[in-house]
């Protein structure tokens, strides 16, 4: 079975929950005091997907303010950007908007974009409807999804969305050279978590 690494980069407002949801995918743990993310961290999860197995590289950025100009790093190659919000946070939901303006200007022209709506355990206290940032997500044929880190809900269902929208390979052999280039990555400044 062919194996494609597909690099993936989490953006999205601090505190969303993108190591969570990187760390629930990965080591299907959940740490309640994880700590911020310092310049990026990077992990790897390797999944099938029909006749493939998809080696996603993943590289989680941090939200705070200062490390926003590093973000071009992580997601120039990427095949899939997730844009995390917290559904509880109005705010990060603007944060959100930013991150998909700078992609389209930005980014990879073909990147696979999903929108995740994060903490939806914390439904009471929503502050971001789901019908809005469904139709925003339609609006620029985005994959949406709510998720929860925490309670393990839709976490594997977003990276799964992820693989079925990146076309199946027609030349392995391509690929492979492609995929030996998108290893190199540069070193992350910290890793953390899992
Ligand atoms: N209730 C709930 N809390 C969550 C969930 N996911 C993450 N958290 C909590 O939210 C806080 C921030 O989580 P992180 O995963 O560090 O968020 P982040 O987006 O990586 O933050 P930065 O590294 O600063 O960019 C932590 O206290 C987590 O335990 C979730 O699904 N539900």
């Not at 969303?16 to 990187?22: A, P, R």
């Not at 709510?146 to 977003?158: D, M």
Request: net charge negative.
């Amino acid at each position: 079975m062919a194996i494609r690494e597909l690099k993936v980069c989490l953006l999205g407002d601090t505190g969303v929950g993108k190591s969570s949801i990187v760390c629930r995918f990965v080591q299907d743990h959940f740490d309640h005091h994880i700590s911020p993310t310092i310049g990026a961290s990077f992990l790897t999860k390797t999944v099938p997907s029909g006749n493939e197995l998809h080696k996603f590289l993943i590289w989680d950025t941090a939200g705070q303010e200062r490390f926003h100009s590093l973000a071009p790093m992580y997601y120039r190659g990427s095949a899939a950007a997730v844009i995390v919000y917290d559904i509880t946070k109005l705010d990060s939901f603007q944060t959100l908007k930013r991150w998909v303006k700078e992609l389209k200007e930005h980014g990879p022209e073909d990147i696979v974009v999903a929108i995740a709506g994060n903490k939806n355990d914390l439904g009471d206290i929503r502050e971001v409807p789901m019908k809005e940032a469904k139709e925003f997500a339609d609006s620029i044929a985005a994959i949406f999804i709510e998720t929860s880190a925490r309670n393990a809900v839709n976490v594997e269902e977003l990276f799964q969305k992820i693989s079925k929208q990146i076309p199946p390979l027609e030349n392995p052999e391509v690929e492979s050279n492609d995929s030996f280039k998108l290893t190199r990555q540069p070193a992350p400044s910290y890793r953390r978590c899992c």
